[in-house]
Structures are given as structure tokens and as C-alpha cells.
């Protein structure tokens, strides 16, 4: 019975170990490394700025527009959860109206459009904080992730559903 025991607890630590790297890769609220959106967002994380030799004046600046642009999409992510909510009860009902199910969805959609262009325009806005070199290095950079994460396919958490009503992760 006692090396039962030990080997319960040897395993049980060895997959504590094991998925710990999963849980912190999710963050706090399943949105990534660092929980959401801000610093350590999109392109320019910690190991971007140190891989394209950032100044602190540039870290500072595209933190900056990074935390902008997180407030100024605060509505349209608020709306979206709402449109979320409603779109479930919608299909929680004894019969789901076909027509109104379909507004909902087409209502989530230009919000999702909103929240699209409006990372379009933070990105933009960081792109033009970088140097000519920093660009160029940014471009085969995100080259070479695209390549590796084609080779992975879905990441954690990616998946098709029935009644999925938001693919994009907006």
C-alpha cells in the first residue's frame, strides 16, 4: 500500500507540473498570455520589443496606444457580450424564431466588423511607431510565427461548434 500511495502522489505532482504551462499560457480569463488585451498584446509582447530592439520612448508609445485603444473598444466588447446573452436566450427558447436568431447573428456581425477595424487601426498606429528596419524585421518575424502556427493548426481552446455564434474570438 505505500508505494501505492507514493506513486499517487508522484503522478499527481508530475501532471500538476505538466498542465501548470497550460493554465498560465490561458491566462486569468482564457484570453492568452497575459489575460486580454494591453500590454504583452498582439505583436508588440515583451519578447517582440526585445527581438526588435525597441527603445523605451517606443515600448512606451505603443503601450500607450495599446491602452487607447483597450478603452475605446470597451463599448463594442460590452455590446457584443450583451448581443452574446441575447442571442443565447433567443435560442433557449421552446421555439427559436428563425428570422430574429438571424438579426441577432447580423447584428453581432457589424459589431464584430467595428471591433476588426478598430485593431486594424491600433495595429496601424504601433506600425507607424517602428523604424524602417524595425518593420522589416516585425514582417519576417511575423512570417516566420505564421509559418509555425500553420504547422500546429488550431491553438488551445480553438474549436467549431454547433451554435457557435463567434469564431473570430472578438
Known amino acids: 500500500m505505500r508505494f ?4 499517487l502522489i508522484a503522478a499527481t505532482l508530475v501532471t500538476a507540473l505538466a498542465l501548470t504551462p497550460l493554465a498560465f499560457a490561458r491566462g486569468p480569463h482564457g484570453h492568452g498570455r497575459h489575460g486580454g488585451h494591453g500590454p504583452g498584446h498582439g505583436m508588440m509582447g515583451p519578447m517582440m520589443a526585445e527581438m ?5 520612448d517606443q515600448v512606451s508609445q505603443i503601450k500607450a496606444i495599446h491602452e487607447t485603444a483597450r478603452d475605446e473598444a470597451q463599448p463594442l466588447r ?6 452574446r446573452t441575447e442571442l443565447q436566450a433567443l435560442w433557449n427558447t421552446d421555439t427559436p424564431d428563425r428570422e430574429a436568431i438571424l438579426a441577432k447573428m447580423g447584428a453581432m456581425d457589424g459589431v464584430r466588423a467595428q471591433l ?11 506600425h507607424a511607431v517602428l523604424t524602417p528596419e524595425q518593420r522589416a524585421k516585425a ?6 510565427f505564421a509559418k509555425r ?10 474549436r467549431p461548434g454547433c451554435f457557435d ?3 473570430s474570438g472578438s
Request: charged share 40%; hydrophobic share 25%.
Open 52 to 56: 526588435l530592439d525597441l527603445s523605451d
Open 139 to 144: 514582417a519576417e518575424l511575423h512570417e516566420r
Open 165 to 167: 455564434d463567434d469564431s
Open 116 to 126: 476588426r477595424t478598430h485593431r486594424v487601426d491600433t495595429r496601424l498606429k504601433a
Open 4 to 7: 501505492g500511495k507514493k506513486a
Open 78 to 83: 460590452e455590446q457584443m457580450q450583451t448581443l
Open 149 to 158: 502556427r500553420g504547422k500546429r493548426g488550431k491553438g488551445f481552446g480553438q
